[in-house]
Structure formats: structure tokens, C-alpha cells
């Protein structure tokens, strides 16, 4: 009988049995076979994090599968990815497995190989391994903290902050990045400072552009032309004098190749060049790894692309520099191999950086194989691999000086030209490869020491400073893993997780957080500071590796943060509502009550216009309302007038009147609500008790546009439920909203329909 060989996809599956012919069955997985259930009590902490595990019905078909394989076999070879899922699904296939008696008499060998081709493959079955004990303990642990952190502080969110979606233990930090960029853009006061710069022209002609840097004998700094008179003053000094070269400065530099791709710089370069989502350069990634039919013979292009290992294979580097001989030149390949380190803390999970399988492939032979996104990134794969053992450039920078004849007023022109341009003939790491720094393409015409210089036109330029951008897909990524939050299979789903709960938008390929997910993150830095700071979650992930390695034990790990954690939760029992309200109240107050124009109060309610506003919590929410409530029912949602993304019925500053009702008087207005967009008539009032009462209201159906809405459909709206006959069995009750209908009269389909006109 065939021996059994498990990978995780199909794609991978068919790829891997034509390699391996027919002595060899070859089964997918579907990825992983079992997971814990989303319940209370899946994971134990009183019984030393005693762990229960459930597979859906897809993974207990497939474990069936692969044990009717197994009936006659040999061996069973578990030929996961390698890296700590892939290791994980390869204990979770034993484990069933064992579980079924499907193992008796059989040899159980974990093989791993980092690219999908026959080498590669026949290598793995001839190198055989036992499964990584530590690596599972890594995955064991994670899995567990991950669970903890969602099952046990969710509810917390849930009970205290209603509205809120669940909290995740490396989600919330990333989130707590976004919103505290935010912030700091908000917080944001723009500086003005103005520079000057001059046109000049060497003896023999020659214009070049050179900018102020000293003005009466004092070097100037960004904000020292203030103001638009300071900077005509410094004008009128350049437009006065009389300039001659003053120094030059000439230097070459060398700038050499960035290293191959991991998955973190994949991620960011196919964010700057491709616009591709963190999720969508994995999933390509993904079918480029796993192989594409190329003349009748599925091929995978690259290695595997979760990691954050920079090193390459000697034979892979070997090929590669071949290739630049033969196509670049002798000139383009450095004497030696160059060689990269890895910054990964866990050699174990260091593997190959992501490279073309075979060099030889380039993007123009592969290309009618693969659709646009694939071309385009094995494109950047490929070019960024070739180009990391190619020689380095050189640059000539050169820096003049010029000073009038006391020295007192000095301009700088600087410039560079590419001297060799060595690794640059193929890769850049600017955003368009036809574009360079700017200053290369900057380039000084020949002066020499003392030249009298021609002025021409003198401008002054007035600037201010910039906020700090949001960040992208690609600087977030950047920055996560700068800090040491999550791994490189991580950077993606957290990403996604983000946009899922609604915490964040992405416009303009930048993250902006929503209120909910400011809400959220408040509250936890409120209530638990550290759970959500990058230096505690980077020193998890860092015990993690050290679990991956061997050197601790990953119970011991989780004792020792469940002790803590669960005393944090133990502390929010007591926690009242109104504390709640009064922290975040006040965290986010500069958000939602921004100073207007005229320096009045924003807290100010405009329908009392002695209220206080502030943060409201509801069922569904969160909202703004009024401190006089019940005697004033001002409220508005969570959207910050004027914000960007606002609704443009520009509901978000409060309701907006329609007109006023013929029959009662009342004014009619169009309001959001924690629901959506409804109508109102009137402020409601007072019934004969003196208890408030509601005023009438209507929601909007999903074919109404607010920004369009009349007064005349409002009516309609708020005309509804109305009396459209008597049903005897109810005691002569109407029929209205909410109730069954039985027969009608008149027919309700001659009723006039909201939004009709």
C-alpha cells in the first residue's frame, strides 16, 4: 500500500503527489482539523490550563479520510507548513488519528520543506523528522492566552461598555496604536515657517536653485522666519548681496541592496507599490507558493512566505549571482556573496527569506501563466531576491556653498548624480521604480571655489508643519513589528480582525479608527493599562519564543499571566457604569467636543442651551446627551461634526428641521439615532401626571435618502401606524404596528406608500 503524505490544501496536495508518483497518497487537511470551542471552559486554568479541542464536521471527514489511506500503509509523513501553525496542524492530525487507532504498527515522520519543488519534496522524504514538542508548547500557549484574553475580557466590554464588540489580546494593542495616532493628529497645532530661495547662474550660464540657511551671521533653523514679514526681510538680505562660491563639497556613497523579502517587508512594499492589502499579498503569495500549471507541470514560484529569516539558500544565492553575470555583467555582481541576518529571536522559526524558486524563472517567462496580481508580485519577489546580491550603488553628492563677500547671508545648493547604478538598475525601494530620491535627480552644473554668481528671481515660500500621517497597512505592519507585537503569520488576520469588529475604517489606504473602536480602546487603557501596552504584549510574544525554543516551560508562562490577568478582571466587579462614563467622558472629550470657531463652549447643548453634554451609555451604545434629561432629550450619535467620512447629511451636528406640521404645529425633524435616520414631530411634553412623555417618531426605510427627505414624506412617515379596520375576535381593537394583520379594509396595498411622494 502507498505510504500517506498530509499537507494542508488541495492545491498543495496535486502539486506534491505528481512529484511523488505513485507510491505516495497525498491528503489535505483543509488547514486545521480541530480548534478549541468557542465556549466558557475550553481552556482550564484551575486544571493547569487543561485544554479541550473540537473538530467540525470538515475536519473529522478529512481525519476519516486519511485514516481509510492509512489502512495498509507504512508510514505517514505530516508535510505541514514550517512554522508553528503548520506544526500545530500536524499534532492535531496525530493526535485524531491516535484517538481512532489509526496508528497502530504505522512510523509517524514530520517533514518539512521550505519551496514546492521536486527537489525540494524528495529531499524532505529522505530527511524525516520527529514533531517540534517545543514548537507545539509555542502554539500551545498562544492558543491558550488568545483564548483567555477574548472569553475573559469580552464580557467585561460587553457588561460595562454596551455596544462594544470583543476585545483580542494583539488586536487591541494594534488598535490602541491607530487611535493614538489619531490623537495626536487631532491634538495636532499647525506651525507656520516660510524659507527663501534664489535662482542663480554660474559664470558660463548654467541656472541652478540654492535656499537660505544663514541670515547676519546666524544659522538659520526651521522656525526662524516665522512669519511672512520676517521672511520679506530676509528676501530684501538675499536680493542686496552679492554671492560667489563660497565651498564645495563633493563625496561619493555607496547605498547598498535591501535584504530579500520576510513577510512584514512583503506586506509593506506590495502596500507602496501594489496598493495590495496585507490579506491579499498573502493570499497570492499563497497560490504563488503552492504552485501554477507552467507547460503542463504545476510549478511553485516561490518559497514559503511566512517568515523572518533574510538568509538564502547557498545553492539559491549561488544561481542568483549566476544569473547577474550572465544578464547584467560582471560590473553588477559584487566579489563575494553577500549575507544577511535575521533578526528573528527564535532561530527555529528563522527560515528562508521569500525567493524565486529557480532564478531562471523571470517575471517575463512566467508571466502569461499568471494573472495580474500574481504577475505583479512575483515581479517584486523576484527583482527584490536578484537584487540583493547585486553590487551596490554609487552616488556623487555634491553640497555647494554660497556667501556674500563679508559671509554673513549664505545659501546651500546640494544635488547628486547616480555614478554606477549598480542594484538600482533593477530594484527601488521608492514607490514608483521610475522615480527616484529627489535628490538624484538633482544635479549641480560645474562651479569652481570663488566663481561670482548671476542672482535671478528671489521667492519666499510660506509652509506649516504636518501633522503625523495615519498610519497604512504598510507602516502599521512596520511599526507592529518594530515593537514586537505578533508574528509575521499575524500582521494580516489582525489587520482584517480590525476592520471586522468595526473598530477601524481604511480610507485612502489609511486606518482611521471609528468611535466604537475609541470607545474600546479608552476603556481598556482606563481599566487595563497593561494588557493593552505594546511592552507588555511584546514581552509575551517574547516568552513565546523562548517556549519555541526549549529554554522555559509554557505552563509556568501562563500561571504566571493568569495570575495578574485574572485579578484585573476581579477588579472591574464593582465597577459601576458611571465610572465608566466619567473615564471615558473624559479621555475622549477633546474628540467629540471639539472647540468651535467663535471660542464658545462645545459642551454646550443647543437645544436647552444650559445642558451640559457628554457621554451617554444606552442599550445599543453609546451616544451624546444632554445633563438635563428627562426635561431635555437633546441627543446626537458618536460622529464628530465635520469629521472626515461624515454623513453627508451633516446629522452629526444635531437634528435638522423640515418644516412644521399643519395639523398639531409641531416642528418636524430629521435625526440619527443609535437605530439609524428617523423623523420626530415636536420635543415631546408632559401627560397629566407630570411624567414626560415621548415625542412621536419614525425611521426612515432603507430606499430614503436623508440628504433628500421633505417634509411632506416626514408626515407620512409619522402618520404611521394608523387605523385601517376592526377586528371583531380583538374586541374592536385597530389594527396597528406590531400585531398580526387579518383581513383588511380598505385593501392596505391602496394605502399611500412612505417615500412615494
Partial sequence: MPDVVVVESPAKAKTINKYLGGGYTVLASFGHVRDLPPKDGSVRPEEDFAMDWESEDRGERQVNEIARALRGANRLFLATDPDREGEAISWHVREMLARKGALKGLKVHRITFNEITKRAVQHAIDHPRDLDTPLIDAYLARRALDYLVGFTLSPVLWRKLPGSRSAGRVQSVALRLICEREAEIEAFKAREYWTVEGRFA???????????????????????????????????????????????????????????????TLQQEASRKLGFGAQQTMRTAQQLYEGVEIGGETVGLITYMRTDGVQMAREAITAIRDHVRQDFGADYLPGAPREYSSKAKNAQEAHEAIRPTDVANTPERVARYLDERQRRLYELVWKRAVASQMQSAELDQTTVDLATADGRTRLRATGSVIAFDGFLKLYREDVDDAVGDEEEGRTLPPMRERDPLKRGEVTASQHFTQPPPRYSEASLVKRMEELGIGRPSTYASILQTLQDRQYVRIDKRRFIPEDRGRLVTAFLVSFFTRYVDSGFTASLEEQLDEISGGRIDWRAVMRAFWEEFSKAIAATKDLKISDVIDALDEELGPHFFRAPADGGDPRLCPACANGRLGLRLGRSGAFIGCSNYPECRYTRPLAVPGAEGENATGLAEGPRELGTDPATGQNVSIRRGPYGVYVQLGEGGTDEKGKPTKPRRASLTRDMDPETLDLERALALLSLPRPIGRDPETGGRDHRRHRPLRPLYPPWHHLPVPGAG
Fill in 202 to 264: 554660474t559664470p558660463q550660464g548654467a541656472p541652478f536653485t540654492a535656499r537660505l540657511t544663514h541670515l547676519e551671521g546666524k544659522k538659520l533653523e526651521q522656525f526662524d522666519l516665522p512669519d511672512e514679514a520676517a521672511a520679506l526681510r530676509a528676501k530684501a538680505a538675499v536680493v542686496a548681496g552679492e554671492f560667489a562660491v563660497a565651498s564645495i563639497e563633493k563625496r561619493r556613497v555607496r547605498r547598498n541592496p535591501p535584504a530579500p523579502f520576510t513577510t512584514s
